[in-house]
Nanobody
């Protein structure tokens, strides 16, 4: 059974930092492309950052220079370090795994940035 379990969300003030974690089980983590998405109320889910099995990364323009995605294959975990948070970063953040043409989703973790 595939499970992606996110943690690390919470309430933070503008300019603060949070680190999200996503622990994966039931998949070949080392070959999976891992990503973080987010969905704000009334908006579509959007890609925030992605990291390939080889470690290449890509970011949404809105988070470049502020967020960093990383992975630890030994721990089967992907991280999203979020710095200089803004109120517009408020959303539910979802972990996503793509492996062998199948996509899996976590349950999401709420990030709220107060102004």
């Amino acid at each position: 059974q595939v499970q992606l379990v996110e943690s690390g969300g919470g309430l933070v003030q503008t300019g603060g930092s949070l680190r999200l974690s996503c622990a994966a089980s039931g998949i070949f983590f080392s070959i999976a492309a891992m990503a973080w998405y987010r969905q704000a109320p009334g908006k579509r889910r959007e890609l925030v950052a992605v990291i390939t099995s080889g470690g290449s990364t890509n970011y949404a323009d809105s988070v470049k220079g502020r967020f960093t995605i990383s992975r630890d294959n030994a721990k089967r975990t992907v991280y999203l370090q979020m710095n200089s948070l803004k109120p517009e970063d408020t959303a539910v953040y979802y972990c996503n795994a793509g492996v062998e043409r199948i996509v899996y989703w976590g349950q999401g973790t709420q990030v709220t940035v107060s102004s």
